[in-house]
Structure formats: structure tokens, C-alpha cells
């Protein structure tokens, strides 16, 4: 294949000489790949041909025709020229990732335990395998196996010991402040979001812009660089505008790659910045207890108490807290009466509002409140 002679270049496109982002190159994945710069991108999401080794026709009980993946483009002649080719493009990837970055690589049982085997052979370290559980996955209809209802996504470091970018706490608010588990329950791509021609499917394996918004929300920061080598109809690229990220994508198939132009050239990017990302605790203004002593909110003397009752302390005009044995701070006093290593004196320790109690944090907040 030949390179586009045009590639995509979208309004607001970023410039990181040498590399230009927020593109589509048309060609070979492992040809293009040697192009790019070494460690030069943040993360890599690859929806690689899966080797299905179809046998013939399927079709549904209605006797209609189930419109599978036919194309060139997943078949292989034996499995042998398939380790080789994901050997390739994965060692490829490799070096174009930074030493920081993180790999996503999703497939199915036909390939997916090869992948990771040659993952770990080229030196990449395995974070997690995910499960996506479809809540509308394709019958069987030969009624002679299990139905295929899931997918699986290894994600991992370039290698062993990298500090890998994980926001937990976006996840976590994502998913209703539970952590995120392994296992994430979404549909397949369907609807308004399926990209069609002449009524049928314009990409066999057009992954749902949800799946996406969760990878690239969990392992990537606004202004990052995504780079996707099996770009298909471009739903890598439209999920890292929507959030804020740069996109660099790569597809061999020409009428694809104009397919995905087009989608790109139509997504409006989110533009109040502050909403692409989560604050966490780290991000707020620190506080002391003394402070609070100091605004006269507490006073010295003033007596608090944990949940139950069970231990009670005074506040001293310097900010630490007095029991009948101990004196330190909210944290350090409240980890000893209770013999444990630490304790995060914030949440443990209450005090009287009126004739309710309440967490000294309560405290905390109305101050950081008033330093915006």
C-alpha cells in the first residue's frame, strides 16, 4: 500500500515536530510504524485482525445470511505467518512508545492467548486482562458451542517497573465511586453510532465509542498522544478528540481510511478543558487542623470523638490534639489509641455542629470552599 497523498489534517491540529498528529496515514501498519519517531507516543489501543478461521457460511434459523468478518484482511495461511505478523507489529509499537506509556490490544479466544504470549516475550509487562462482557452478543446459531459473549483486552506496560499512567479515580467516578473491576458490561456498536453503506455494516468490527471512552479515560491524560495501527473506520480517533487527546491512526485499507476522514472531520471537541479531567484528593488545597483553630471554627478545649464513642481527645491552640496519654496530631493520635499504623485522623475524629456530630472533614471542606 501507498501512503495517502493528503493525509487528514483537522482544524486545531497540534504540531510536535517532527511528528504531526490528529491524522490518518493510509498503509501498512509496520512499514508506517518504522516512520514515526522513537518513544513518541503515550499509548497504543491495536484492534488487531483476529484470524477467525471461518468455515464457510454462517447463517441464522430464518435461513438469512450472518454478515461475518470475510475479509483478506483477517486471514492468515497458517499460524505460524500470524505469530509473525503480530510479532512484528508489536515489536514495532513497542518502540514508538514512550518508556511511561501503556499498550491495549483486544481480541478474541482465536488470538488472543498468542498476543499475549508474544507480548511477554517482546519484554511488555501485563497489567490486566478485561473482560468485555456484551449485553447483545451474537447468537449460535449451530447450537454446538457456548455463545461468544465476550471479548478480551490485555493492557500493559512497555515494560516491567514503568510508571504506567492509571487514573483510578476517574474510573472510580465513572463507575458510580466503586472501583472499577475487570469485567465491563457494554454493547456492541450498533445504532446511530454504526457506520453503514448501502444499508450493511461499513466495518465488520467497528468497536463501540464506550469501550473506547474507558480506555482512553483510564490510562491516558488530556494532551496525550494515542496512537491506534489498525485504525479502521476511526472510532479511536473520535473518542480521543471527545476527550481531549491527540490521535495518530494507521489503516492499509484505503476506502477505510476515507470512511474514518470523514467521521473525524465531524466531531466537535469538548472545548471547557477542566471538564476532561478528575480532581482528586491531591488536587485540593491542603489544609492543616491548626488552621481551622486558628478561624476559630474549633477552640481549644473543645472535645471530639470517633463514630462510637470510644475515645475522646482535646483540641490544643497549636493545632495537635491532648488525651489523657497522648498528644500529636488528628492522624498520629488517632492511629495510636487505636494500634494502628496510620490513620487518616480527617474522617475518624468528630465534633459537635449544634446538636449534631459531625466529621471534623466537614471543617476542611468549608475551608478549602472559601480558597476556591
Not at 468497536?207 to 494532551?223: C, F, M, Y
Request: proline share 6%; aromatic share 8%; hydrophobic share 40%.
Amino acid at each position: 500500500m501507498t501512503r495517502s497523498p493528503t493525509p487528514l489534517i483537522l482544524p486545531g491540529m497540534v504540531e510536535s515536530a517532527p511528528l504531526a498528529t490528529n491524522r490518518v496515514l493510509t498503509g501498512d501498519c509496520i512499514a508506517e510504524l518504522a516512520g514515526l519517531p522513537e518513544a513518541s507516543v503515550d499509548a497504543v489501543f491495536a484492534d488487531p485482525p483476529y484470524n477467525l478461521q471461518l468455515e464457510g457460511e454462517l447463517r441464522r434459523p430464518n435461513h438469512s445470511r450472518v454478515d461475518g468478518v470475510e475479509d483478506a484482511w483477517d486471514r492468515f495461511e497458517d499460524l505460524g505467518a500470524y505469530d509473525r505478523f503480530t510479532h512484528d507489529w508489536l515489536r514495532a509499537a513497542r518502540r514508538v512508545l514512550k518508556p511511561n506509556g501503556t499498550l491495549w490490544v483486544i481480541g478474541t479466544y482465536h488470538n488472543i492467548f498468542r498476543v499475549g504470549t508474544i507480548l511477554q516475550d517482546l519484554g511488555y509487562w501485563i497489567l490486566n486482562d478485561i473482560v468485555w462482557r456484551k449485553t447483545n452478543p451474537m447468537p449460535n446459531f449451530r447450537g454446538r458451542r457456548f455463545a461468544n459473549a465476550h471479548e478480551t483486552l490485555i493492557w500493559c506496560a512497555r515494560q516491567r517497573g514503568a510508571r504506567h499512567r492509571f487514573n483510578h479515580w476517574a474510573m472510580k467516578s465513572l463507575n458510580d465511586d466503586l472501583q472499577m473491576r475487570s469485567d465491563w458490561l457494554l454493547p456492541i456498536c450498533n445504532g446511530g453510532e454504526r457506520l453503514k453503506l448501502d444499508g450493511r455494516k461499513a466495518h465488520p468490527t467497528q468497536k463501540p465509542e464506550a469501550l473506547l471512552h474507558r480506555v482512553l479515560l483510564s490510562s491516558t491524560a488530556p494532551g496525550d498522544l494515542v496512537l491506534d495501527p489498525f485504525f479502521g473506520t476511526g472510532t479511536t480517533g473520535v473518542v480521543a478528540l471527545k476527550l481531549g487527546r491527540r490521535f495518530l491512526g494507521i489503516e492499509r485499507d484505503a476506502d477505510y481510511a476515507e470512511l474514518a476522514r470523514a467521521r473525524l472531520a465531524g466531531v466537535v471537541a469538548t472545548e471547557d478543558t477542566a471538564l476532561l479531567t478528575t480532581r482528586t484528593a491531591r488536587d485540593e488545597p491542603r489544609i492543616p487542623f491548626g488552621s481551622l483553630v486558628e478561624r476559630g471554627w474549633l477552640r481549644p478545649g473543645d472535645v471530639l470523638f470517633d463514630r462510637g464513642k470510644r475515645w475522646t481527645a482535646k483540641v490544643a491552640a497549636d493545632g495537635s490534639i491532648v488525651t489523657a496519654d497522648l498528644r500529636g496530631s488528628i492522624h498520629q493520635v488517632a492511629a495510636q489509641v487505636q494500634n494502628l499504623p496510620a490513620c487518616n485522623g480527617w474522617q475518624f475524629w468528630f465534633t459537635r455542629v449544634g446538636d449534631r456530630p459531625v466529621p471534623i472533614d466537614w471543617f476542611r471542606q468549608k475551608a478549602r470552599a472559601e480558597v476556591g
